[in-house]
């Protein structure tokens, strides 16, 4: 999940991304779209794949790469876990206002 | 749609405090920055702004859609992040329902229009979209600063 996260921060890694949603490139192709050197494309490349937001395909000699729809599961998960505390917090404030108010009625 | 690709977040707690109660912690700036946030500008009247800082600039933009107190509320929810570039606000949506249930609430909470992971290969802008957004929750989760997640705002 953290991986995930932390490999799309960097605008670079996003931008390959949207290269290879809806087909699959070469790192040579996608370097091609960008100001920056294979090696640092390929390093991406390697963050990416690692992240599990990327698959790479051998064909022949040469590696293709596509994004990972699934690689986005963990990012859900983040977000449940995240309206699980705060509705938490939600319930706990709500739950000691409520005992002040019969408190207060109370006197 | 099947399970699998269903991206909403859905919820159904249980609150030992009457509808009323919990309803003034969703629509009043100072009780909603108890559960969420440093600071909330709330102005709960459809197309009211619904703003909350949840840490120092990283913002929850939206507006109100459905405000029918104290049983339903509806709202828009984004991120916008005033150092960088900023992120659409108003891009998913979140209803919050309150059912009376003995001397307490039952709270139904659903998040819905989070991109699901099929529809965000298939279609760009989605894509793009959703990686900005989660770029700005990357943020969020950074250790440093992680006060958000401890329930003691």
Known sequence: MEAALKAIAAPHRRQILSLVRDEELSAGEIAAHFDVTRPAVSQHLGVLKEAGLVDERRNGTRRLYRVRPEGLQPVREFLEQFWDERLDALKREAEIEERKKRDGSEH | ???????????????????????????????????????????????????????????????????????????????TDESQSPVPPGSTRIEVELEPDGDGTLLRFMHSGLPDAEATAKHAHGWDHYLERLEIVARGEDPGRDTWLDGNM
């Open chain 2, 1 to 79: 749609m099947e399970a699998s690709t269903e991206t909403a977040v859905r919820r159904e707690i249980a609150i030992a405090a009457r509808p009323e109660t919990v309803w003034e912690f969703l629509v009043q700036p100072e009780k909603a920055t108890r559960w969420m946030g440093q600071a909330a500008a709330l102005d709960p009247r459809p197309g009211g702004e619904y703003r909350v800082e949840v840490l120092s600039g990283n913002v929850a933009l939206g507006e109100f859609v459905e405000v029918d107190p104290p049983h339903r509320l509806v709202w828009t929810w984004g991120w």
